[in-house]
């Protein structure tokens, strides 16, 4: 697929643009490069997602949350 009045092919497709959710003015011979860097944005944030429930569970594994107050108090006679 060609766009009128450019010299560049194409490398993204039609059903490739409305699946991705292209927005219509981006739908030209470089929209290929708006997927990648979404593509690369989402890929980022998962892994700093996965570094973050990372340092979650050591700290639950550990007991220790630092800074945290505990919601039940706990008395004299447990």
Known sequence: MEMKGSSKKMIATEA???????PIPYRDEYAHLLFKCEYELVRERML?????HE???KLKQS???AGSIPLIPK???A
């Open 63 to 65: 007991g220790k949350q």
């Open 75 to 77: 008395t004299a006679n």
């Open 48 to 52: 700093q997602m996965q570094k973050i």
């Open 16 to 22: 490739e643009m409305v699946e991705n959710k292209a």
């Open 55 to 57: 340092e979650e569970a």
